[in-house]
């Protein structure tokens, strides 16, 4: 029989490897980020390929950081669950309107996610108050291109659903059965309307 290391021993012994960056964002700005490499070593051993995931991670770090300091600086935080923010908001999309069903999950463009009525970049809080229920698409679509009315953002959900993240402009693919069952079941709620 193996005896366990105890906790101090797993915090401080050779198992417990710690992750260190190979590069970090040094500056500039969205498009012309500059990058400072850590760990020179690893980076000249790493294919071109590998070098973009790692300068995209370093892009992502950022961008958590600044969000979590704006969060912090924004005021108070509530914790809560998407199924609760859900169960207020009587699962309608605070976007388009439409129903959003619990079952589906990220990424897929029908899931629930939580929406900021006033963005935290604009000084919201991460509060009840200040959060609504959206379809995960409706949400990314609202902060990509700008409010629409309910109509315009449940025939965009629908296209989603129904040809993939091309749109419908991209004709060779050909959307599956249940992507559009679900496309009619979503203009349903349009032309019912």
């Known amino acids: 029989m193996t005896e366990r290391p105890s906790s101090a021993e797993q915090q401080t012994g050779p ?6 960056h190979v590069v970090e964002v ?3 700005s969205p498009g012309r980020w500059e990058f400072e490499v850590l760990d020179e070593a690893r980076w000249e051993g790493l ?5 973009a995931v790692e300068r995209r991670r370093a892009v992502k770090r950022r961008q958590n950081r600044r969000r979590a300091r704006r969060l912090r600086e924004n005021g108070p935080r509530e914790r809560y669950t998407v199924g609760q ?5 009587a699962w309608r999309c605070a976007i388009c309107r439409g129903p959003v069903e619990r079952g ?3 990424p897929h463009p029908c899931a629930p996610s939580v929406h900021h009525v006033v ?3 604009a000084g919201g809080t ?3 108050d200040n959060v609504a229920l959206a379809h995960l698409f409706c949400n990314s679509d609202s902060y990509t291109w700008g409010p629409r009315t309910p109509e315009a953002a449940l025939r965009r959900l629908a296209d989603r659903v129904r040809y993939g993240k091309h749109g ?11 992507a559009v069952a679900l496309a009619d079941a979503i203009l349903e709620g349009l032309e019912g309307g």
């Open 47 to 51: 294919a071109e390929e590998e070098r």
């Open 168 to 178: 419908p402009g991209r004709r060779d693919r050909s959307p599956d059965a249940e």
């Open 85 to 89: 923010v859900g169960d207020r908001d």
């Open 26 to 28: 040094a500056g500039g």
């Open 104 to 106: 589906f999950r990220a």
């Open 15 to 20: 198992s417990r490897a710690v992750r260190h």
């Open 119 to 121: 963005e935290v970049v």
């Open 126 to 128: 991460d509060t009840l």
